[in-house]
């Protein structure tokens, strides 16, 4: 589905980031999956804030409060890209979500330039 040159091209325009805790919207990925695709992956969810926690609460750009948010979760993106190339990594052996994401986009960048 996607070749080397487009994750490579994806990890240059920063489409692929080793981030696992931020909610894109699917046009952000636009120059390298469809909308229609990530829908298909069931990737495109509506996220929705748990004031409980800042951790669990949803911010836009500015800092304020999003009560719901239909988005990508990137960390889930990237597992979903690393199974659709067949590339193998430790984003597992990893608790945080910042480690398996970076794990995951290191191996893809390892895949992409072999």
């Given at each position: 589905?996607f070749?080397?040159?487009?994750?490579?091209?994806g990890?240059e325009?920063?489409?692929?980031v080793?981030?696992?805790?931020?909610?894109?919207?699917?046009?952000?990925?636009?120059?390298?999956?469809?909308?229609?695709s990530?829908?298909?992956?069931?990737?495109?969810t509506?996220?929705?804030?748990?004031?409980?926690s800042?951790?669990?609460?949803?911010?836009?750009?500015?800092?304020?409060?999003v009560?719901?948010?239909?988005?990508?979760?990137?960390?889930?993106?990237?597992?979903?890209?690393?199974?659709?190339?067949?590339?193998?990594?430790?984003?597992g052996?990893?608790?945080?979500?910042?480690?398996?994401a970076?794990?995951?986009?290191?191996?893809?960048?390892d895949?992409?330039?072999?």
């Amino acid at each position: 589905m996607f070749s080397k040159d487009q994750i490579r091209k994806g990890i240059e325009t920063e489409v692929i980031v080793g981030d696992g805790h931020t909610l894109f919207r699917p046009e952000h990925y636009a120059s390298l999956v469809s909308e229609e695709s990530l829908r298909k992956a069931r990737l495109v969810t509506t996220h929705k804030s748990d004031l409980s926690s800042p951790k669990s609460t949803i911010f836009d750009n500015n800092g304020n409060v999003v009560k719901e948010l239909t988005a990508v979760y990137n960390l889930s993106f990237l597992y979903w890209l690393a199974s659709q190339v067949g590339v193998e990594h430790d984003g597992g052996s990893y608790n945080g979500r910042g480690s398996q994401a970076q794990a995951i986009v290191s191996a893809l960048i390892d895949w992409a330039n072999s």
